[in-house]
């Protein structure tokens, strides 16, 4: 009979090792694989603004565009009540932002650029 206990433990220990080496290696394979601790290592930034009107009054409802003038990539925002848009993620790049509202003539700013703090 003690043999026998004996053998029924091993095998249960041995089921144990196996889970419990399985499930290191599991979580080993689902962090290697997770995109959060993949893109840990891009880049980027954000542009925020108020717009305003040629006497100073905040714009509320402004469409803000901002365009990736290399890939053609659009970010889109909408100034709230106090006229403050914000856009991001960001990769680094050039950008030409422009800035529409019904009564007004719309604003394009060209040139923007955008780097990696190491570029800076």
């Known amino acids: 009979m003690f043999e026998r206990l ?71 925002a909408t100034t709230n009540a106090t006229g403050r848009y914000l856009l991001r993620p960001l990769p680094p790049t050039n950008y030409s932002l422009n800035v529409k509202v019904s009564g007004f003539k719309t604003f394009t700013q060209k040139g923007i650029v955008s780097h990696r703090k190491s570029e800076c």
């Open 6 to 76: 004996f053998v029924s433990d091993a095998r249960a220990m041995n089921r144990y090792h196996k889970l419990v080496y399985g499930s290191g290696f599991l979580l080993v394979l689902v962090l290697l694989l997770n995109p959060g601790v993949a893109s840990a290592q891009l880049y980027s930034g954000s542009l925020s603004g108020v717009v305003t009107d040629p006497s100073g009054a905040v714009v509320p409802g402004a469409d803000v565009t901002l365009t990736d003038t290399q890939k053609g990539f659009n970010y889109k």
